[in-house]
């Protein structure tokens, strides 16, 4: 999954942006169920015969789980996302169709059918808007969304379950292949600069959960599970700031760790990255190392671990597994720990005030520039490169427009709506109640925005596509989330309001 340097030269618009409007739509469909993914890692993870607690009788859920439930429901939710909750009923019914007589998980087929009757139902609700006489409108409806869920249905089972079925057998025999000629490692060359180009959430939910999740059901576990989620590489980047950063970098590394390897938001280190685009050498270097060492210890989970925190890595670790998944989670982090500690001693090093960072990433990017390493590195460093225009606009920019009156409501949203946001809602609650401000502060995903909104927070990489949604709001760009600056400025203009 390559991005090409020059689809990142604006995130409000290009390739760059429609890559991550997709991927938001597919994580979109996978992130509000990841409660059921987790359920059935649990159950898998204790009750199948290989499992901690045995039970053959529990057992039985597994399959209905990963074949019936799961689709079902990202069925539901891609149709509910089109055309709210008729969408997702018809939704979830063209998802039965595929779903039922398949062997493999329908995570595919949920994923296009779903969306595409909520949009056959949306639009067909258009077709009919006020034509419908009075008193017929709940007979129109009901049967309007029955018999279109039922064609679907049928048109599912007898023609998109035997082609997806066909997909997946392929996508499984790829996968497999790769890993048989052990070259599974080198996908970190495109998995890392993709997280930090904030498209993680579409490499994890939109295509390796998918491999994953028919993997483990066959064999227990999946290395597809670790790919992405692995705080390994994260975690060295941000010890080598923590010990050979300076300024504000390096003061707020420790917290960073917290968040990233604990809590599972590995955004929080996206900017640190960012600020040194070399960088994201070290943290491709340690995402090999820790592939390769999932691979030669045989290492995997048995469902994703979402959040990437390393108690969900050990929550859904399989029995007799926890060891090599550690063990892979340690190498990745200790590689990209050295390699990041070399970089950081022997160049200029980030500029821990982000107020003055503009010009100092301004210095690093012509000096990465000069960097030569492998062609495929040297691709990747390139993107990264092209990426620091954003971190540009990012660091140190303050909205242009004006705020005129004191909102009730403030939205925080990023690209699921579960994590960076969450935890910026959380940061932004203290702050607005330290300065005596009581409002309403939500977290949601960048695509679901209310367009009334009147204030939002967001990362740089998405305030292109808030503003699409919500035209008339006020955006604040923060994208280091324990960088308290951008809602110590909130806080001001709130303050100035009042007076």
Same mark, same amino acid.
């Given at each position: 999954m390559a991005i090409p340097a020059s689809a990142m030269s604006e995130p409000s618009g290009g390739a760059r942006t429609a890559l991550q409007r997709f991927g938001g739509f597919l994580a979109g469909m996978v992130m509000p169920n990841i409660g059921?993914? /987790?359920a059935w890692g649990l159950i898998t993870a204790f009750f199948i015969p290989s499992g901690w607690l045995p039970n053959p009788k529990l057992a039985q859920l597994v399959n209905p789980f990963v074949n019936f439930l799961i689709p079902l429901l990202i069925g539901y939710t891609g149709g509910k996302l089109v055309h709210g909750e008729r969408g997702g009923v018809v939704g979830a019914i063209a998802t039965a169709g595929v779903a039922v007589g398949s062997s493999v998980p329908m995570f595919i087929g949920a994923m296009i059918l779903g969306p595409l009757a909520g949009y056959l139902m949306k639009t067909f609700d258009r077709a009919v808007k006020d034509r419908i006489p009075a008193g017929f409108e709940m007979l129109v409806n009901t049967f309007s969304a029955g018999i279109l869920g039922g064609i679907l249905a049928i048109l599912a089972f007898l023609v998109v379950e035997p082609a997806m079925t066909a997909v997946s057998a392929a996508l499984g025999a790829a996968a497999q292949w790769i890993t048989s000629i052990h070259l599974l490692p080198l996908i970190a060359? *495109?998995?890392?600069?993709?997280?930090?180009? *904030? #498209?993680?959430?579409? /490499?994890?939910?939109? !295509? #390796?959960?998918p491999l994953g999740l028919q993997q483990a059901k066959e064999t227990g576990k999946s290395i597809f599970f670790l790919l992405e989620t692995d705080p390994g590489p994260g975690l060295g980047v941000l010890l080598a700031y923590w010990l050979f950063g300076r300024g504000n970098a390096r003061l707020s590394a420790p917290g960073a760790i917290l968040i990233q390897f604990f809590g599972g938001i590995h955004e929080i280190y996206f900017p640190y990255v960012l600020m040194k685009p070399i960088l994201v050498l070290a943290v491709i270097a340690g995402g090999i190392a820790g592939d390769a060492t999932f691979m030669w210890t045989g290492a995997g989970l048995v469902a994703t671990a979402s959040p990437g925190s390393i108690i969900a890595e050990i929550m859904m670790s399989p029995r007799g597994g926890l060891l090599p998944v550690l063990f892979g989670i340690f190498v990745a982090a200790a590689v990209s720990f050295m390699i990041s500690s070399l970089l950081l001693r022997t160049g200029q090093g980030a500029e821990g005030n982000l107020d003055e960072a503009k010009e100092r990433v301004r210095g690093m990017k012509l000096q990465s520039k000069g960097l030569t390493a492998s062609a495929q590195a040297e691709s990747v460093t390139e993107a990264a490169d092209h990426a620091i225009a954003s971190a540009e606009r990012a660091i140190g920019q303050q909205p242009t427009d004006t705020l005129t009156e004191l909102p009730n409501h403030v939205v925080f949203a990023c690209e699921a709506g579960m994590g960076s946001s969450a935890m910026g809602a959380s940061i932004l609650k203290k702050r607005l109640q330290a300065g005596g401000f009581k409002m309403e502060v939500t977290h949601v995903p960048v695509n679901q925005i209310p367009p009334d909104a009147t204030v939002v927070f967001t990362q740089q990489s998405l305030a292109g596509r808030?503003?699409? !949604?919500?035209?008339h709001a006020k955006i604040y760009v923060v994208d280091n989330f324990l960088d308290k600056a951008t809602y110590d400025a909130f806080v001001e203009d709130l303050k100035r309001i009042s007076e």
């Open positions: 059921a993914f /987790i060359i *495109f998995i890392e600069p993709g997280k930090i180009l *904030f #498209l993680n959430n579409a /490499i994890n939910h939109g !295509v #390796l959960d808030a503003r699409q !949604v919500a035209p």
